[in-house]
C-alpha cells in the first residue's frame, strides 16, 4: 500500500504540474512530518523554495498551490502557515477507510503486512554478517553484527528479496597454527588421534596458548611451522584444525540459537583455492603489480598521511595472501554463484577503509557493474557503561554469553518486582499473577526478555554512533526499551481475554470510529506503518523502527489511558467497543511484526 505521505506527496505534484508546467513536475514536494501536530499530520515545505525561484512571495506560492490541491478525500482543507508551509491533516474518515482497507488486504492474503509494500524488483541479496575469527568464544564486539544483521535480512526478506546471510568466519589465521602448536606441547598424544580432541574450555585454551606465545619464542616458531603445515595441506594437522573449527562454531551456534538468528557458515578457508586465481585475474586485468616484492592494487583516491599512494595488498612478500585477497574472492563467488546484486556488509567502522578498498577494486575490475549495489553497514563500538571499551575488571574480553546471562537475571528481576508490586504498568490490567506461571514459563519469560532487552537496546540507536552497555536501562519498563513493548504487547493481549473476544472474530467490514482525540491519534499512528517500514528497509535503519514501535505504543497508552483515553471492554454501543477492539488488535498486530522484523519474539503474558 503506498504510504500516506507518498500519497499527498503526488496530489502535491499533481497541483504543483497544474499551476507551474513542466518545471511545477519536477519540483520536489518537500514533504516532511509535521513539527507541530497542532497545525496538521504533514507539512509541504517546496513553496519556500520555489517562491525564491519565481521572485514571489512563499506564501502566494503556498496559496496558489492549495487552491490547486484535491485532497479533499483524504484532508481537511490545507492551510498556509509561517513563511509559506502548507499543512495536511488527515480526515478521520480517511484513516478508518485506510485501515479497514489494510484489515482487508491481510485478511484476503492470510498474512500481516499491515500495509507494508513488497519490492517492484526482488533481488538477491549477500549479507555479510556475525563473521567472529574462530578459536575464541564470542565475545561482545560480535553482538552487533549479528543482531543488526539479522534484523537487517529480515527487513529484507519481507521486502521480498532473496537474502544470503553469510558468516565470512575467520577460520583460517595464524591462531590456528598456535593452537595447533600448543596441543603439540600439552598433549602430544592427541596428534596421533586428532579425532579424540575435546577441548573442554576452548576460550581457556585459547588465553593459556596466546601467554605462551607471547613470551617464548621458540613457541612462536613452533606456531608458524604449523601454520605452513597447515597451509600445506597436511593431513594432521588439518584434522585438528578442523576439530578445532568445530569445536569454536559450535559455541557460536549457542549463541546464534539463543539470539534466534539464523546463517550460514562460509568461512575463509572455503575460498582458498580461489586465492591464487583472484591474483591472476587481477595481475591479468593489469590492476595488480608488484611492488616491494608484494602484490598490489593501487586504487584511485587511496592515500597514505604523507600523500603516498596507498596499496591494497593481496598478495604478501612471503607468497601467502590476506584477509583482503579473501574477501575478493568471497565477493567474487557471491557475485558469479550466488548471484546477487546488492552486498551488505555489517562490519564494524573501523574496517571503513577495507572495504572502501575492497569495493574500488571490485568496481575498477569491473566485477560489479553499476547495477550492483555495494553497502558497507558500519557500526560503532559497544561500551562500558563508563564510556571505555567493553572489558572485564581484569581488563579481559567479555565472552557474549556472559552478558547475555546478565541481560536474563536482570529481565527476571525486573518482572519478579514488578509481580510482587502486583502493578503492571497499567494497572487496569492486574490479570496476570506470578502464581499462574511454572517455573519453566518464568524461566522463557525471563530469557525472552532479557535476549529482546539486549538486541532491543542495540538496534535502537542509530548505527554508526557507540554506544554504552547499560543492563538497567535496557531492561527497564519504562522508555524506549523492549520490556516496555513486549508488556504494551501482552497488554493488549490481556484486553481481549477481558473483552472475552478472540480479535481474529472481529467482522473485517466494521466501520471505525475515530472520534476521541486518541482514537484518532491512534490510527494516525497505525496508519504511519507501511512509510516507516519502508523508510527503514529503504535505508536500512533499525532505529527507524523501533523509534515508531514506541511512539505506537504511547500513542496506546494514551488511548487506553482510564483518566485521558477511552473505555474500551466495557464501551458502547457495540459497534463502537468492536471498532476499539479493532484498534487494539491492529496495535498488537503491527507491534509483532515490527518487533517480529527486529528479531524479538511477543509473549502473550508475562
Ligand atoms: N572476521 C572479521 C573480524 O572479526 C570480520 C569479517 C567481516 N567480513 C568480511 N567479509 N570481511 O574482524
Redesign the pocket.
Known amino acids: 500500500m503506498t504510504p500516506l505521505i507518498e500519497v499527498l506527496e503526488e496530489r502535491v505534484r499533481r497541483a504543483l504540474a497544474s499551476r507551474f508546467g513542466e518545471a511545477g513536475a519536477n519540483i520536489d514536494p518537500v514533504m516532511r512530518r509535521a513539527q507541530d501536530e497542532r497545525f496538521g499530520d504533514y507539512q509541504s515545505n517546496c513553496a519556500m523554495g520555489l517562491g525564491k525561484r519565481l521572485g514571489r512571495n512563499p506564501r502566494d506560492v503556498a496559496e496558489d498551490i492549495i487552491s490547486a490541491l484535491d485532497v479533499a478525500d483524504l484532508c481537511e482543507p490545507p492551510t498556509c502557515a509561517g513563511p509559506g508551509f502548507i499543512n495536511f491533516r488527515f480526515k478521520p474518515s480517511a484513516l478508518s477507510d485506510r485501515l479497514l482497507g489494510i484489515v482487508a488486504e491481510d485478511h484476503a492474503a492470510g498474512e500481516d503486512r499491515l500495509g507494508a509494500d513488497r519490492t517492484a524488483h526482488p533481488e538477491i541479496v549477500a549479507v555479510?554478517m556475525s563473521?567472529?575469527?574462530l578459536a575464541k568464544e564470542m565475545h561482545v564486539g560480535?553482538l552487533r553484527?549479528t543482531v543488526i544483521g539479522d534484523c537487517v535480512s529480515r527487513l529484507l526478506e519481507f521486502q521480498g528479496h532473496t537474502v544470503y546471510r553469510i558468516n565470512?568466519?575467520?577460520d583460517w589465521g595464524t591462531q590456528f597454527g598456535m593452537l595447533v602448536a600448543y596441543l603439540g606441547r600439552t598433549k602430544p598424544e592427541l596428534l596421533q588421534n586428532p579425532d579424540d580432541l575435546e577441548i573442554a574450555d576452548l576460550e581457556a585454551f585459547y588465553v593459556e596458548a596466546k601467554a605462551v606465545f607471547d613470551r617464548d619464542p621458540e613457541f612462536a616458531a613452533e606456531s608458524r611451522k604449523a601454520v605452513v603445515a597447515l597451509q600445506g595441506g597436511d593431513p594432521i594437522t588439518r584434522k585438528i584444525w578442523k576439530a578445532f573449527c568445530a569445536e569454536s562454531l559450535r559455541h557460536c551456534h549457542q549463541i546464534y540459537q539463543r539470539l534466534d538468528v539464523t546463517l550460514e557458515d562460509r568461512g575463509e578457508s572455503f575460498y582458498n583455492d580461489r586465492l591464487a586465481g583472484v591474483v591472476r585475474t587481477l595481475r591479468d586485468q593489469g590492476l595488480a603489480v608488484e611492488s616491494d616484492g608484494a602484490v598490489c592494487v593501487f586504487l584511485d583516491g587511496f592515500q597514505t598521511r604523507d600523500g603516498q599512494p596507498l596499496p591494497m595488498i593481496i598478495q604478501k612478500s612471503d607468497g601467502g595472501y590476506n584477509?583482503s585477497t579473501t574477501?575478493l574472492a568471497?565477493m567474487q563467488h557471491r557475485l558469479d554463484e550466488l548471484g546477487a546484486t546488492i552486498f551488505v556488509?555489517v562490519?564494524?567502522v573501523t574496517?571503513k577503509l577495507?572495504?572502501e578498498q575492497l569495493f574500488a577494486a571490485t568496481r575498477k575490475a569491473n566485477w560489479a557493474t553499476d547495477a550492483v549495489r555495494l553497502i558497507h553497514l558500519a557500526f560503532g563500538s559497544m561500551l562500558g557503561k563508563d564510556g571505555r571499551p567493553f572489558k572485564t575488571r581484569q581488563g579481559g574480553t567479555i565472552k557474549l554469553k556472559d552478558l547475555l546471562d546478565e541481560a536474563v537475571i536482570r529481565a527476571r528481576k525486573v518482572i519478579d518486582d514488578q509481580r510482587t508490586r502486583g502493578s503492571t504498568p497499567d494497572s487496569s490490567v492486574p490479570e496476570t499473577k506470578s502464581s499462574t506461571f511454572t517455573s519453566a514459563q518464568i524461566d522463557h519469560i525471563a530469557e525472552t526478555v532479557g535476549i529482546a532487552a539486549v538486541k532491543y537496546f542495540d538496534l535502537c540507536h542509530s548505527l554508526g554512533s557507540d554506544y554504552k552497555f547499560d543492563v538497567d536501562s535496557m531492561c527497564s519498563l519504562d522508555g524506549n526499551t523492549a520490556p516496555y513493548l513486549l508488556y504494551a504487547y501482552t497488554r493488549i493481549q490481556g484486553i481481549g481475554r477481558k473483552a472475552g473476544i478472540d480479535f481474529n472474530t472481529i467482522p473485517t467490514d466494521i466501520r471505525l470510529v475515530l472520534e476521541h482525540d486518541t482514537e484518532i491519534r491512534l490510527a494516525k499512528s497505525l496508519c504511519r506503518w507501511p512509510e516507516v517500514f519502508r523508510q527503514s528497509a529503504g535505508e536500512l535503519r533499525p532505529n527507524v523502527l523501533t523509534d515508531y514501535l514506541y511512539e505506537l505504543s504511547k500513542s496506546f497508552s494514551l488511548f487506553y489511558d482510564r483518566a485521558r483515553g477511552v473505555r474500551v471492554v466495557d464501551a458502547r454501543p457495540e459497534s463502537t467497543r468492536l471498532s476499539r477492539l479493532r484498534l487494539c488488535d491492529l496495535t498488537a498486530r503491527t507491534l509483532r511484526l515490527g518487533l517480529g522484523l527486529l528479531g524479538i519474539q511477543t509473549l502473550e503474558r508475562m
Open positions: 555479510d563473521s567472529p575469527n560480535h553484527s565470512h568466519v575467520g584477509y574477501d568471497a556488509y562490519v564494524g574496517q577495507h572495504l
